[in-house]
């Protein structure tokens, strides 16, 4: 039974005090009335008065608004309503009133606090799933971790830090702020999770993590009162760092939100570990795997690509086609790995002697090619007898024995030699067996009647 109606049966309790108490009034004064009996009545007249007064008083001032602030409360609306509890009130009432409007607008706080959560954990799958079906771009993840990890932390500033170094981040991707030129030691928040491998917060954060105070934050960080810094990792080995910092939050982060954050952080890691993966496939795919250079199928893409610029543009490119002379003594003297140090040797004497925009590829065995993008013939022939001249000038080292090694190569170029990379393809090649036929260790030149060869030179001893 509740209390409005326990002083309900109390006021009828006590009315049915009264009447009786009245009909035995009315008794005595009909018979032999006694002073004692008449004071007797009268007295229990009274305290039932008395007391149906006080249960009426405590119905009004006590049950009634009780009742009224249950029932907003139930309804989700403020119990302090003005004019609601106006009047006539129980202290305690009043007391317990306000308590149940600070409790109902901490709720309220909770609940809008708990639907952005909600909404923003809706919004951070989709995006977050939207990018990861459809790229294997890591600047696109990259992008959209951060800007989903301003939607599951009320915070203002989101940075991706990548390791530089022995010992520094530098800034690659942001949100809230311009991160060009951001680059931090392995101090402050997000340093502090790069040094340590684990969860770094500012001021508190959930069990394990490492909590950071705000006056260590690294200068160069943003002015933040609420921080993570979480560190993503593949294969053992730090790949980067995700820091979000609160500047105008008024509490730091809460163990669901970072929780969160680190379960949406670890499904962008397995993402951008699928892109490393898919990217190592894919060169795996198009590089040889003893020297690295391009293999042959990506040259043939090269090459369609350059015939296509140079007819768009009407530029020349450059061809020129190398063959290790004498490879297989090298082979048959020492060992095939030998062989393959020669071969990776010459690699590097390739890039050392071209461009980054030129493409160097092992064109199978023992045969590599060279394409030279807006370069003419006349340039073509100058950087490979440029190769030519340093291979000869650099041996291969085999402990404390000098390998001395030549190339022999033929040299082609669009449109000089040809219409199609059929054609200049198949110049460059004829050029280089006229090359081996001439006593290797030079260049010979595509349609050329009178060619100019490099004089051999006495290998370096």
């Known amino acids: 039974m509740n209390l409005r109606r326990r002083l309900s049966a109390l006021v009828v309790l006590g009315c049915f005090v009264i009447a009786g108490a009245a009909a035995g009034l009315g008794a005595v004064g009909a018979g032999s009335s006694r002073d004692a009996t008449t004071a007797l009545l009268a007295g229990v007249v009274l305290l039932a008065l008395i007391t149906v007064g006080l249960a009426w008083r405590a119905l009004r001032l006590s049950a009634v608004p009780l009742e009224r602030v249950a029932d907003r409360a139930g309804r989700g609306e403020s119990p302090m309503r003005p004019g609601l509890l106006t009047g006539p009130m129980d202290p305690e ?6 308590a149940l409007e600070e409790a109902a607008a901490a709720l309220a706080t909770r609940q809008e606090e708990l639907d952005r959560m909600r909404l923003s954990f809706r919004n951070a799958l989709t995006r977050l799933g939207d990018v990861l079906e459809s790229t294997h771009d890591r600047d696109g993840i990259l992008d959209a971790m951060v800007e989903v990890a301003l939607l599951v932390v009320p915070g203002d500033v989101a940075v991706y830090y990548r390791p530089v170094g022995a010992s520094g981040l530098e800034a690659t991707h942001g949100r809230g702020m311009g991160v060009t030129g951001l680059q931090l030691a392995n101090v402050g928040l997000a340093g502090v999770a790069a040094a340590r491998g684990q969860l770094a917060a500012l001021g508190s954060g959930p069990q394990g993590a490492i909590l950071v105070d705000v006056a260590d934050l690294d200068p160069r960080e943003p002015k933040a009162v609420a921080g993570v810094a979480a560190p993503m990792g593949m294969s053992g080995r730090l790949v980067g760092v995700l820091a979000v910092y609160g500047t105008s939050v008024g509490r730091p982060f809460d163990d669901d939100e970072i929780g969160l954050l680190v379960s949406l952080l670890r499904q962008a890691e ?128 085999k402990g404390d024995v000098r390998i001395p090694l030549t190339v022999s190569a033929g040299v082609a170029a669009y449109p000089d030699d040809g219409a199609s990379a059929h054609d200049v393809l198949a110049a460059a090649d004829s050029a280089l067996l006229q090359a081996k036929a001439r006593g290797k260790d030079r260049l010979f030149r595509a349609s050329c009647t009178d060619p100019s060869a490099s004089r051999p030179q006495e290998p370096a001893r």
């Open 270 to 397: 397995v993402a951008i570990n699928n892109v490393d993966l898919h990217d190592r496939a894919r060169r795996e795919a198009l590089t040889d795997g003893v020297t690295g250079l391009w293999n042959r199928r990506q040259f043939d893409i090269r090459l369609r690509e350059a015939i296509a610029a140079s007819q768009r543009f009407g530029e020349p490119f450059g061809l020129a086609m190398f063959d290790l002379d004498d490879f297989k003594r090298v082979n048959d003297t020492w060992d095939h790995l030998t062989g393959d140090a020669a071969l990776v040797h010459f690699a590097a004497v390739l890039r050392g002697a071209t461009r980054d925009v030129d493409s160097v590829s092992r064109w199978g065995g023992e045969e590599f090619a060279l394409l030279l993008p807006r370069t003419a013939i006349d340039g073509t022939v100058t950087v490979t007898q440029r190769v030519i001249d340093r291979l000869r000038e650099s041996p291969l080292l």
């Open 93 to 98: 009432v009043r007391v317990l009133a306000q």
